[in-house]
């Protein structure tokens, strides 16, 4: 079923819409999970939840990337999980390894505490990956939007290991120096 | 700010980049990329500079009088210029006028270069070569293929730079099978060149333009970028009053919130986009399918932005109130 029948049905509110959007983009979502939790039933509980979030949003929303709306609404999901296995200190590996690389993007600043606004730096973000060239901004996409291991980026766009690597810190690099001069400061 | 905000913040990312992000690279990608190792290895064997910048110019036959930094042979490869690392005075002095050449050659004008310390490495990947290179005394990585920069900082790299293959290339590329060198038939200029493609009497490297805009829906921050075909004439002046304040030192000012992007295709693949934010700044960014040289900025009027919004909005058929009520289409 294309996008637009399944986005009908929500909008006729048709439960038919939450079993062809599993059957469409169930184990898709649940990649997304898994690539943060890296545990079956949480991301299976993830997906299913994220079933029952479109259904709540849709309408009035109309997403144009239907696949992507599903994404974004498992990723966060995911992530509200995230932050309670962290909290209790189970925080799988891989997404450790994420938040780790991440760190370095986190500019020292003045040590004034600011109210973070995270819709601001949602957006701030995506004009840093608007002055990426494709390649970088899919290689960031891919790791910190997907929770993809460099192995499997290297694998997608047929590159070594090294070169998602290299692209990766560079990135960083570029995102700190962005960040800092936007006034994102610890 | 924590690495776990920061990580969340990701997950606003524009749905289309994300989509994008999922396309594999096509198979003339990877054809495209081929060339690289054979064209470095030919460079590296005549321990000749490697051009980067406004790039080769293919099938551009040599003009008496004109002065190239390097000039290699279409077919054979054989370089005629120059012997060695060039400084930015150096011309080489071309004698024989166009008209009686026999052969065609590929040009690379004088642009911006890279200076390498050390030999060139073949990273695992024989698509690409990866460098380490010295510009204004920062060190950064370089991607070189088919002798162009396809990937690498930009920033702060700057016209008097220079790269110097030193290594042989039976060193250099030991266990490199290289396939037979085969130089792109692509015209190529600056980017903002285009904007004055008249003046300088170059073809427009485009063949579609693409209008895009973005705005959030601010209940759930679901990003939507909006494309529309865009006419050149009708950008054609406000493309002439961005392209006439180029900033130098690549100073990346874009950091608006609210941009405006014009992309410019060529047979369906994106060559370089137009970014206009609502802050007086501008990009102009190339695909990494390009040719074209390093991210340039410009400063606007800060009005460009609305401008070039509005138009957005009259292609798109699209009035304000329509956003107002229903902002996800």
Known sequence: ????????????????????????????????????????????????????????????????????????????????????????????????LILDELSECIPAGSGVETELDSKELGAAINIFLMQLSQRDRNFMLRRYFFAETISSIAKRYSVSENVVSVSLSRSRKKLEAFLLKEGWEI | MTELELFEAFGKANSKLLEESELRPSVRHGIWYMGAAACIALCALSAVVIRSGTGNIAEERITEGTSYDTILHEETGEVLAPETVCEDDDVYPVTQPADEADDVYSVTQPAISYHADTAPQITDDPQYIYMTTVSDNEETGVMFSEGEVI????????????????????????????????LPKYVTVEPYFVLFAEEHGLEQPFDDIRLAYDFYDTQDNLSLWKTVPADYDDLRPMLDEIGSSPVEGFDRGLMSSSIVSLIFMHKGEEMFRVTVGNDGNAIVNPSELSSYGGCVDFKVSPDMYDRLYQLALTLDGVSVSDMAESPTE
């Open chain 1, 1 to 96: 079923m294309d996008d637009n029948a399944i986005i009908e049905l929500y909008n006729r509110r048709s439960e038919r819409a939450l079993t062809e959007s599993n059957a469409k983009y169930g184990s898709y979502c649940r990649t997304v999970a898994m690539n943060i939790l890296d545990n079956t039933e949480d991301s299976e509980e993830c997906v299913n939840d994220t079933w029952l979030r479109a259904w709540n949003s849709i309408p009035p929303k109309c997403p144009r990337i239907l696949r992507m709306f599903f994404a974004k609404i498992t990723r966060n999901l995911a992530l509200d999980r995230l932050k309670f296995m962290r909290r209790d200190k189970r925080c799988p590996a891989e997404a450790a």
């Open chain 2, 151 to 182: 990937e690498g900082e930009h920033t702060g790299v700057t016209s008097e730079t220079t790269v110097n293959l030193t290594t042989p290339a039976e060193e250099a590329f030991e266990d490199t099978e290289l396939p037979q060198l085969t």
